[in-house]
């Protein structure tokens, strides 16, 4: 009897646990916004940032929670077999607009197999970028963007000025992206070559 009423305990400690992780790993309030040609090509542009803006409020809540995270964001493919499911809690659409509140729910197993993997600690490469020499760190940028495609070709553009391929995604709007890049190039050089390559650029 003993061991009955010890198993019954033991299962029901394992469902809460289970319980109490998937809830560690659901987030809401999710605000996404994009523009283009179409209705459809807005919601999927949107969807999409949505995706990169659930995993930073993730890795935020775990921060908080004293939790191992990993900043850079994935791509986009990766962060959708790292969610389980997504709602839209709030939409409103036009003819070539859309804005909507999203709610994410992650799947334990690869968001964590995502932060445990190789990754350049922070902390290792956040030395301050001297404006009037090259000496190693890193800077942050704004560009403008349309949507994630426009941040992928812009994300690879900067990667080529920078003679890096260490950009990490800080935050995403539907005005734009803000970037740091890990880079040996003074600033001087990363604005000539972003001149050069008609990619606006604000430095933060």
């Given at each position: 009897?003993?061991?009955?009423?010890?198993?019954?305990?033991?299962?029901?400690?394992?469902?809460?646990?289970?319980?109490?992780?998937?809830?560690?790993?659901?987030?809401?309030?999710?605000?996404?916004?994009?523009?283009?040609?179409?209705?459809?090509?807005?919601?999927?542009d949107?969807?999409?940032?949505?995706?990169?803006?659930?995993?930073?409020?993730?890795?935020?809540?775990?921060?908080?929670?004293?939790?191992?995270?990993?900043?850079?964001?994935?791509?986009?493919?990766?962060?959708?077999?790292?969610?389980?499911d997504?709602?839209?809690?709030?939409?409103?659409?036009?003819?070539?607009?859309?804005?909507?509140?999203?709610?994410?729910?992650?799947d334990?197993?690869?968001?964590?197999?995502?932060?445990?993997?190789?990754?350049?600690?922070?902390?290792?490469?956040?030395?301050?970028?001297?404006?009037?020499?090259?000496?190693?760190?890193?800077?942050?940028v704004?560009?403008?963007?349309?949507?994630?495609?426009?941040?992928?070709?812009?994300?690879?553009?900067?990667?080529?000025?920078?003679?890096?391929?260490?950009?990490?995604?800080?935050?995403?709007?539907?005005?734009?992206?803000?970037?740091?890049?890990?880079?040996?190039?003074?600033?001087?050089?990363?604005?000539?070559?972003?001149?050069?390559?008609?990619?606006?650029?604000?430095?933060?």
């Amino acid at each position: 009897m003993k061991k009955v009423l010890l198993l019954i305990v033991l299962a029901l400690f394992i469902a809460y646990d289970l319980s109490a992780q998937g809830d560690s790993y659901f987030v809401t309030g999710i605000k996404v916004s994009a523009t283009a040609d179409s209705a459809a090509k807005a919601r999927e542009d949107a969807i999409n940032q949505g995706y990169a803006l659930a995993y930073q409020k993730l890795i935020s809540n775990m921060g908080d929670l004293g939790q191992a995270t990993r900043a850079d964001v994935p791509p986009l493919e990766s962060l959708m077999s790292m969610v389980a499911d997504f709602s839209i809690d709030q939409e409103k659409n036009t003819s070539v607009s859309y804005t909507a509140s999203l709610s994410f729910q992650f799947d334990p197993a690869p968001t964590n197999a995502w932060i445990s993997a190789t990754s350049a600690p922070a902390n290792l490469l956040s030395q301050t970028l001297d404006p009037l020499g090259a000496t190693e760190g890193k800077v942050t940028v704004f560009i403008p963007i349309t949507g994630l495609q426009d941040l992928k070709n812009k994300t690879g553009l900067l990667q080529k000025i920078c003679h890096t391929r260490n950009i990490t995604l800080q935050q995403m709007t539907h005005q734009g992206a803000l970037l740091t890049i890990y880079t040996t190039l003074p600033l001087e050089k990363i604005q000539a070559g972003a001149q050069d390559h008609n990619l606006p650029i604000v430095f933060q």
